[in-house]
T-cell receptor, first 116, second 117 residues
Framework: DTEVTQTPKHLVMGMTNKKSLKCEQH?????MYWYKQKAKKPPELMFV???????INESVPSRFSPECPNSSLLNLHLHALQPEDSALYLC???????????????FGPGTRLTVT | KQEVTQIPAALSVPEGENLVLNCSFT??????LQWFRQDPGKGLTSLLL?????REQTSGRLNASLDKSSGRSTLYIAASQPGDSATYLC????????????????FGQGTILTVHP
């Protein structure tokens, strides 16, 4: 199994809603990532989890709250989002994220989020 | 701060042509370089991963080279097909601002490739 899965594929939510994005991988990877991608732009890193602990938060607003319940799962909890948060949210995983890492990252299909 | 540049921004070729996509990066202290393909509205598909100690990688009709000292990589696509039409992204992995490595990918802006029949 070399796949990263994400659910849902599409999500429409109002600015007062609370929703969650889910990501799962069964490759035994110990690093997992959330990226945000706006149209015609490259992905931007949001969070990195290494061995189920938050390693990097790229100054992401608190209305985005990541969670890593176990080594295979990564969630992104959304609350009080703004219309400008509408984007494609991508999850990725890699074999390791310690210093000297030389492994690539593997991406899921993404969740298309629209905030109304 | 690492910066990655891809040239050209867009490329349109007839089917069957061999083509080269270029990627340059400003900081040679990378751990590896990865080429991705992205179809509209979809996720990223990893095409090739080149370790910093390697010079090139090949997969089918794709060949990627890496010249770490000059900060350059090229992706060569042989005998292009309409199904190759997509955005191609180059990304490097290196140390984060704290000096440790957390697999922080820095992406180029991408090359939009169109292969017409």
């Amino acid at each position: 199994d070399t796949e990263v899965t994400q659910t849902p594929k599409h999500l429409v939510m109002g600015m007062t809603n609370k929703k969650s994005l889910k990501c799962e991988q069964h490759m035994g990877h110990r690093a997992m990532y959330w990226y945000k991608q706006k149209a015609k732009k490259p992905p931007e890193l949001m969070f990195v989890y290494s061995y189920e602990k938050l390693s990097i938060n790229e100054s992401v607003p608190s209305r985005f709250s990541p969670e890593c319940p176990n080594s295979s799962l990564l969630n992104l909890h959304l609350h009080a989002l703004q219309p400008e948060d509408s984007a494609l949210y991508l999850c990725a995983s890699s074999q390791d994220s310690d210093k000297g890492v030389s492994y690539g990252q593997y991406f899921g299909p993404g969740t298309r989020l629209t905030v109304t | 701060k690492q910066e990655v540049t891809q040239i050209p921004a867009a490329l349109s070729v007839p089917e069957g042509e061999n083509l080269v996509l270029n990627c340059s990066f400003t900081d040679s202290a990378i751990y590896n370089l990865q080429w991705f393909r992205q179809d509209p509205g979809k996720g990223l598909t990893s095409l090739l991963l080149i370790q910093s100690s390697q010079r090139e990688q090949t997969s089918g009709r794709l060949n990627a080279s890496l010249d770490k000292s000059s900060g350059r990589s090229t992706l060569y696509i042989a005998a292009s097909q309409p199904g190759d039409s997509a955005t191609y992204l180059c990304a490097v992995i290196g140390p984060n601002a704290g000096g440790t490595s957390y697999g922080k990918l820095t992406f180029g802006q991408g090359t939009i490739l169109t292969v017409h029949p």
